[in-house]
């Protein structure tokens, strides 16, 4: 595997349901960023983790849950979502310090 | 603050033709600029990156942008489109005055370029 890769690619859930998005990175970067992609809207950033510390979290729901327990590895933990939440959601990584992030290529959330 | 125009929602050119999206920003520091493309389905993909080099900066599949300090402006170019070539534009700006070690995008609102036969 290369790049940034995100499991599962897509996924349905019921309101009631818990489930976790994965996205691991095979760049070596140390900073992890997880954002949401609604229709007709501009990208939002959720969450920033920089060398496994979460730096930003931008006034997110409690029912997103971020977990970082290494450089290589991003988890959002879902439970009890809205309709509103479903979108795709983008893992992406950089070098602490630098400008240039690298995506994944998504998962596509459907909240019923 | 930070800020980023992109000034057309949608353009559509014939195969062969140029092509322009028109970004336009507004930040407080020397800024990092990007274009990131995405095709349906797919996450984003970096075109090409400004940093303060030089102004006119050539990416991948042939495209190009030009930081133009006077007018705020970095648009996309490519001298002929490819059908290839349809997806969504993204023009980014990197936040060099936040704190800390991981820097924040924002993100235009996007571009839909369709490429016609």
Redesign the interface.
């Known amino acids: 595997e290369t790049g ?1 890769t ?1 499991t599962p690619r897509h996924l349905v859930m019921g309101m009631t349901n818990k489930k976790s998005l994965k996205c691991e990175q095979h760049l070596g970067h140390n ?1 992890m ?1 997880w954002y949401k992609q609604s229709a007709k ?3 939002e ?1 959720m969450f ?4 496994e510390e979460r ?2 979290n931008n006034s997110v729901p409690s029912r997103f849950s971020p977990e970082c327990p290494n450089s290589s590895h991003l988890f959002l933990h879902l439970h009890t979502l809205q309709p509103e939440d479903s979108a795709l959601y ?1 893992c ?1 990584s ?1 070098q ?11 998962t ?1 959330l459907t909240v019923l | 603050a930070q800020s980023v125009t992109q000034l057309d929602s949608h353009v559509s050119v014939s195969e062969g033709t140029p092509v322009l999206l028109r970004c336009n920003y507004s930040s407080s520091y020397s800024p990092s600029l990007f274009w990131y493309v995405q095709h349906p389905n797919k996450g984003l993909q970096l075109l090409l990156k400004y940093t303060s080099a030089a102004t006119l900066v050539k990416g991948i599949n042939g495209f190009e942008a030009e930081f133009k300090k006077s007018e705020t402006s970095f648009h996309l170019t490519k001298p002929s489109a490819h059908m290839s070539d349809a997806a969504e534009y993204f023009c980014v700006v990197s936040d060099k005055s936040s704190s800390g070690s991981a820097r924040q995008l924002t993100f235009g609102s996007g571009t839909q370029l369709t490429v016609l036969p």
């Open positions: 940034v995100q900073a960023y809207k501009p990208l950033l920033v983790y920089s060398l730096v930003e983008l992406a950089s602490a310090g630098t400008d240039t992030q690298y995506f994944g290529p998504g596509r």
